[in-house]
């Protein structure tokens, strides 16, 4: 018989950490757990819109440490970033890992959802707007993608476009 025994910790990391949102995403690279973008926002039904954008958000928490020196840290992009022209990590955007990068997809504010697919390198904090070929998904938010076919193929499912009336896709 396997009796294997988890318990569970909780740990506090020391230093700055983010604030509370919803909307973010979270993905692991390596030891590495990134937290990318959200709102502080209380909701993102029916068109409403509150709270900050925290579309230039993110964080990271190196889990290689011991649970006893856990610390966030806060990442700043080195090149290939403007606020005024590229907002990876929009509200209820989808992120997914693929070798040492996150390629984050859509989101954003009801009325004002994107179609955009950028590319964080980890390794150099680059981020990069990706120009595509071919017909683009729909703009939307609260979304899923996974990766097929030994991560050569990026799917996407679902979300809405999130116009008010919240009309969803499948």
Known sequence: SNDTHWKWESRIPDGDAPVGRFG????????????????????NYKG?????ELINELWCLDLSFSSENLHWE?????????????????????????????????????????NELHVLDTNSMDI??????????RPRQNHVVATMLD????????????RGNAEELG
């Open 48 to 52: 409403r819109v509150d709270g900050e």
């Open 74 to 114: 806060r990442i700043y992009f080195t090149r290939g970033y403007s606020t005024q022209d590229i907002n990876p990590m929009q509200r209820c955007h989808s992120a997914i890992a693929h070798d040492s990068k996150i390629m984050f997809f859509g989101g954003g504010p009801p009325r004002h959802t994107t």
């Open 151 to 162: 991560g050569s193929v990026m799917v996407l499912f679902g979300g809405c476009l999130a």
């Open 24 to 43: 973010h995403t979270t993905t692991v690279i390596g030891s590495k757990f990134f937290l990318a973008g959200g709102t502080t926002g209380t909701s």
């Open 128 to 137: 990069t707007l990706l120009e595509v070929s071919g017909r683009s998904p």
